[in-house]
């Protein structure tokens, strides 16, 4: 069976560690914000430009 390669998008753990908050933060904002999500072998991942955009406000830089 082949598997598409997941070319973009970010899991709750990546999210976590890039932004040093913890993953709970991670799942609220996704909640809150309404982020894009899709899954992919059983992994759910965010769309990169929903969780730059939420976590440039709440956690600039």
């Known amino acids: 069976m082949k598997h598409k390669a997941v070319s973009a ?3 709750a753990d ?3 560690s890039i ?3 913890p993953k709970g ?3 609220r904002y ?3 914000h309404h ?3 899709y899954k992919q072998i059983g992994r ?3 769309h990169p430009d929903d969780v730059t955009t939420t976590l440039d ?3 600039p830089g």
């Open 57 to 59: 406000e709440v956690h």
């Open 9 to 11: 998008g970010l899991t």
């Open 25 to 27: 933060t991670v799942y």
């Open 35 to 37: 982020w894009r999500r």
């Open 19 to 21: 932004w040093r908050i």
């Open 14 to 16: 990546d999210v976590a």
């Open 44 to 46: 759910v991942y965010y």
């Open 30 to 32: 996704a909640h809150m």
